[in-house]
T-cell receptor
Framework: QKEVEQNSGPLSVPEGAIASLNCTYSDRGSQSFFWYRQYSGKSPELIMF????GDKEDGRFTAQLNKASQYVSLLIRDSQPSDSATYLC?????????????FGTGTRLTIIP | GAGVSQTPSNKVTEKGKYVELRCDPI?????LYWYRQSLGQGPEFLIYFQGTGAADDSGLPNDRFFAVRPEGSVSTLKIQRTERGDSAVYLC???????????????FGEGSRLTVL
């Protein structure tokens, strides 16, 4: 079992719709959770992080965490063509992220104009 | 520069050769990470430095891989006797650390693409 699992996609969503990206993790000791966006040929950049169970909203992005189910998700509202990228879920045991970050394989998202 | 700088951006080498990849982190960032990424995969953790010391080198695949950060800033990833399976993009990231922890946000460089023929 992989430490961090994501559906590789591709996931196609019409422009303006909600894109839903999911991630499960195996290490129950994980305490910090991150979503990175990676455009083709570019390096990853942080979108959101979440530490506590529940929802965290930042603009069009909402991260959801359920530690009991070992599940993290990212919702993108009002999807734009510029949101087309690979989204990487990452987890760490460190509460402040001071331990290694383990990434999933990423979900490729395409927003259809 | 303002961001993480990695050199070379591209390296083509022959099987069995020695390779060095360099990373210059963001000024003031004490934590430095090396990852490698193969096509269609997420970044795979290799090693993490806190200051000059390797805090976690559990991701180095074997003893052909070694990394140093002698002055707590620039880091070099060294690969001996390269194999075709070492071909990947090697990503360096740095992070601001305070009071022994950090914010969790990694700032990545653009990577060094290594091709072993």
């Amino acid at each position: 079992q992989k430490e961090v699992e994501q559906n590789s996609g591709p996931l196609s969503v019409p422009e303006g719709a909600i894109a839903s990206l999911n991630c499960t993790y195996s290490d129950r000791g994980s305490q910090s959770f991150f979503w990175y966006r990676q455009y083709s040929g570019k390096s990853p950049e942080l979108i959101m992080f979440i530490y506590s169970n529940g929802d965290k909203e930042d603009g069009r992005f909402t991260a959801q965490l359920n530690k009991a189910s070992q599940y993290v998700s990212l919702l993108i509202r009002d999807s734009q063509p510029s949101d087309s990228a690979t989204y990487l879920c990452a987890v760490t045991r460190g509460l402040e992220g001071n331990e290694k970050l383990t990434f999933g394989t990423g979900t490729r998202l395409t927003i259809i104009p | 520069g303002a961001g993480v700088s990695q050199t070379p951006s591209n390296k083509v080498t022959e099987k069995g050769k020695y390779v060095e990849l360099r990373c210059d982190p963001i000024s003031g960032h004490t934590a430095l990470y090396w990852y490698r990424q193969s096509l269609g995969q997420g970044p795979e953790f290799l090693i993490y430095f806190q200051g000059t010391g390797a805090a976690d080198d559990s991701g180095l695949p074997n003893d052909r891989f070694f990394a140093v950060r002698p002055e707590g800033s620039v880091s070099t990833l060294k690969i001996q006797r390269t194999e075709r399976g070492d071909s990947a993009v090697y990503l360096c990231a740095s992070s601001f650390s305070y009071s022994g922890g950090n914010t969790g946000e990694l700032f990545f460089g653009e990577g060094s693409r290594l091709t072993v023929l």
